[in-house]
C-alpha cells in the first residue's frame, strides 16, 4: 500500500505475482479465507486474463462496457436463488461467466459473485494504473 498526501490507496502492483505476469488476492468469504487464483483453472495468469478481458471490453466503448456490469447482477440474482436462471434459454450467467474467465467448474455458486467483486475491482485498478501511464 503506498502513502501519499496523507491519503492511502492501492495500486494493481500489490496484487501483481512476482513475475507480473499473474494477480492473486486473497478476501474473507463466510468466515474463510477466499484466494482468488485457487479459484481459477489457470491460477494466478487466469486471473491476469480475467482481468485483461474486463480491460478490452472497457476499451471497445459503447454498451460493451457495461456488459460485465450487467453480467454480475445477474450472477449475484442466481446465486441467491439456487436452481433460478435469469436468461430464457442455455446456460445461466454463472455458467456463462465461469466459461469465459476459466473459472472452476466445481466451485460453489455462492462465491462466483464474490469472485467477480474482486476481477472487476482489480481491472478498474488496472485501468487506473494504465491512466497514469499516458
Avoid at 491460477?43 to 482481468?51: I, N
Avoid at 480491460?55 to 453480467?71: D, K
Avoid at 456463462?96 to 467477480?116: H, S
Wanted: charged fraction near 20%.
Amino acid at each position: 500500500m503506498k502513502i501519499q498526501d496523507n491519503e492511502s490507496f492501492v495500486t494493481i502492483q500489490d496484487f501483481a505475482s512476482a513475475d507480473g505476469l499473474g494477480l492473486c488476492c486473497t478476501c474473507d468469504f463466510e468466515g474463510s479465507e477466499l484466494v482468488l487464483s485457487q479459484c481459477f483453472v489457470t491460477g494466478v495468469k487466469g486471473v491476469r486474463d480475467a482481468v485483461d478481458h474486463v480491460i478490452s471490453a472497457n476499451e471497445q466503448g459503447g454498451t460493451i462496457p457495461y456488459r460485465y456490469g450487467l453480467i454480475h447482477t445477474m450472477v449475484k440474482s442466481e446465486a441467491r436463488t439456487p436452481g433460478m436462471l435469469v436468461s430464457g434459454k442455455g446456460n445461466g450467467a454463472i455458467a456463462t461467466i465461469k466459461r469465459e474467465w476459466g473459472i472452476r467448474r466445481n466451485l460453489a455458486r455462492k462465491k462466483v459473485p464474490v469472485i467477480m467483486d474482486l476481477v472487476l475491482s482489480l481491472a478498474q485498478l488496472q485501468i487506473a494504473e494504465n491512466k497514469t501511464r499516458i
